[in-house]
């Protein structure tokens, strides 16, 4: 069945209404997020889909402007435009490095030069089933390209298959490159549109669902650490707050203990009677002192009664007033 007053069948025209609803969210998620830079990858994708169905639908068409030969041109034009996209859409959304070649000078040699000896052939001869003879290098080229894609995922995950993202991966590249080997097969055989449609658009769909997938995980898990940094960002303020608090303290006990030693000297203490002072300030007992010191406790209490006297004091109270402590 065909949309009225076109060659276009309602197969492909959903196909079309799909991907124009899909270019309108990644649009919209371009604007929400212009950080994300490989939606640009995404958009154009489906863009190349959406002009490939549209030019292969209504094309050729006698009630359209051009000729024959034109309107071929464009319609097989657009089939190779889409696998020509297609490694260094790869390359660069999984970053399979190894598919550098052909992202890009592979299409250039095996993809658009051919489209090129294409076009020559059917505008001098005007027989396309000769020009479909060509198709056979864009097949040939498709088939390098699935062992480039086998070795590229081998070397990204250094021959390790067992994880789910490598196994998903290597499935799914390998269903979307069907459309690339089977399109000039369905040319060359002629079969018929909805087949056509369902094949090329298929694996396609597929590969952009995969790379829109990893897209979100990885804004998901970027969501996740900024929220552990917001929730170490709530705590970090108090965390300060002690810090410098401790701090504080610290330097205030320094410089107390810094002022009792100055103080010390003024009433001529001796090492041991400063260093007697020191504990006593910090609240030390007499016992406590004598085991630190490695002393007899009398001998802590001699001392202290010397201190006593020097510094004209009665008590520990006034001791540590007087010391500044």
């Given at each position: 069945?065909?949309?009225?007053?076109?060659?276009?069948?309602?197969?492909?025209?959903?196909?079309?209404?799909?991907?124009?609803?899909?270019?309108?969210?990644?649009?919209?998620?371009?604007?929400?997020?212009?950080?994300?830079?490989?939606?640009?990858?995404?958009?154009?994708?489906?863009?190349?889909?959406?002009?490939?169905?549209?030019?292969?639908?209504?094309?050729?068409?006698?009630?359209?402007?051009?000729?024959?030969?034109?309107?071929?041109?464009?319609?097989?034009?657009?089939?190779?435009?889409?696998?020509?996209?297609?490694?260094?859409?790869?390359?660069?959304?999984?970053?399979?490095?190894?598919?550098?070649?052909?992202?890009?000078?592979?299409?250039?040699?095996?993809?658009?030069?051919?489209?090129?000896?294409?076009?020559?052939?059917?505008?001098?001869?005007?027989?396309?089933?000769?020009?479909?003879?060509?198709?056979?290098?864009?097949?040939?080229?498709?088939?390098?390209?699935?062992?480039?894609?086998?070795?590229?995922?081998?070397?990204?995950?250094?021959?390790?298959?067992?994880?789910?993202?490598?196994?998903?991966?290597?499935?799914?590249?390998?269903?979307?490159?069907?459309?690339?080997i089977g399109l000039p097969i369905i040319s060359y055989f002629e079969l018929s549109q909805p087949i056509e449609a369902v094949t090329t658009n298929s694996g396609f769909l597929v590969l952009l669902a995969l790379h829109?997938?990893?897209?979100?995980?990885?804004?998901?898990?970027?969501?996740?650490?900024?929220?552990?940094?917001?929730?170490?960002?709530?705590?970090?303020?108090?965390?300060?707050?002690?810090?410098?608090?401790?701090?504080?303290?610290?330097?205030?006990?320094?410089?107390?203990?810094?002022?009792?030693?100055?103080?010390?000297?003024?009433?001529?203490?001796?090492?041991?009677?400063?260093?007697?002072?020191?504990?006593?300030?910090?609240?030390?007992?007499?016992?406590?002192?004598?085991?630190?010191?490695?002393?007899?406790?009398?001998?802590?209490?001699?001392?202290?009664?010397?201190?006593?006297?020097?510094?004209?004091?009665?008590?520990?109270?006034?001791?540590?007033?007087?010391?500044?402590?």
């Amino acid at each position: 069945m065909l949309v009225p007053g076109t060659q276009m069948h309602y197969v492909t025209f959903g196909f079309v209404c799909i991907e124009i609803v899909i270019l309108f969210y990644l649009l919209i998620h371009r604007l929400a997020r212009p950080d994300d830079k490989t939606t640009y990858l995404n958009i154009f994708l489906i863009i190349l889909l959406i002009i490939y169905n549209v030019t292969g639908g209504l094309l050729p068409d006698p009630n359209l402007p051009g000729s024959f030969i034109v309107q071929e041109s464009i319609a097989y034009g657009t089939g190779f435009i889409t696998p020509c996209y297609f490694p260094y859409f790869i390359y660069k959304g999984f970053g399979l490095e190894k598919m550098k070649f052909h992202a890009n000078r592979g299409v250039l040699f095996f993809l658009i030069i051919p489209y090129l000896l294409f076009v020559s052939v059917l505008a001098i001869s005007g027989d396309l089933d000769k020009a479909k003879n060509i198709l056979v290098i864009p097949v040939l080229y498709g088939l390098w390209v699935t062992i480039s894609i086998y070795i590229a995922i081998k070397f990204k995950y250094h021959g390790d298959f067992s994880s789910r993202q490598a196994r998903e991966e290597i499935a799914v590249l390998f269903f979307s490159i069907t459309p690339w080997i089977g399109l000039p097969i369905i040319s060359y055989f002629e079969l018929s549109q909805p087949i056509e449609a369902v094949t090329t658009n298929s694996g396609f769909l597929v590969l952009l669902a995969l790379h829109i997938k990893r897209n979100v995980e990885e804004q998901k898990a970027e969501h996740e650490r900024l929220i552990e940094s917001e929730s170490y960002l709530q705590t970090w303020n108090e965390r300060l707050q002690e810090e410098v608090e401790k701090r504080t303290r610290d330097l205030e006990r320094v410089s107390a203990e810094k002022r009792v030693l100055e103080n010390c000297s003024q009433y001529h203490l001796t090492n041991r009677e400063k260093e007697i002072v020191r504990l006593v300030c910090k609240g030390n007992t007499h016992k406590q002192i004598a085991e630190s010191l490695y002393i007899a406790e009398r001998t802590v209490a001699k001392h202290v009664q010397n201190i006593f006297e020097k510094v004209n004091v009665s008590n520990r109270m006034e001791l540590r007033d007087k010391l500044g402590a």
